[in-house]
């Protein structure tokens, strides 16, 4: 099974969990069968004009480690078959552990909302700060 991760970079933050896929331009692809990281920019995973879950499922990409995912996004990715999980922190490696070990929750509606405050995570106020995407 082939896992995908945003990550800061792939050079020094590699290790390094960035908050979700819409904060960086890379990611680790995490392959469960023989223990092997690899890191690509997101654009080689899947094109613009491309189906994001399309490309994922096609290179036997069913799973997403994530600290932060847009609700729509979240929504897609359920409906195309795809399991997303909460990170707990940002090490790649310890997510990874944690996931295998099954001690990461799965990515849902209540803990994308009730993980923000009221003023921003959903983006509906006109007070949202400089954390909110």
């Given at each position: 099974m082939n896992i995908?991760?945003?990550?800061i970079d792939d050079n020094e933050g590699k290790y390094n969990m960035a908050k979700g896929f819409h904060n960086t331009e890379h990611v680790c692809i995490y392959n469960t069968l023989n223990s092997s990281y690899e890191w690509f920019k997101h654009k080689d995973i899947s094109s613009i004009e491309e189906n994001l879950s399309l490309s994922l499922k096609r290179k036997g990409?069913?799973?997403?480690?994530?600290?932060?995912m847009p609700f729509l996004a979240l929504r897609l990715f359920k409906e195309s078959g795809l399991l997303v999980y909460?990170?707990?922190?940002?090490?790649?490696?310890e997510n990874i552990e944690l996931f295998l070990k099954k001690e990461l929750e799965a990515f849902t509606p209540q803990i994308h909302f009730g993980s923000t405050n009221s003023a921003c995570g959903s983006c509906h106020s006109s007070s949202c700060g400089p954390d909110c995407n």
């Open positions: 995908i991760i945003p990550v990409i069913y799973t997403i480690i994530t600290s932060q909460k990170s707990k922190g940002k090490n790649l490696v």
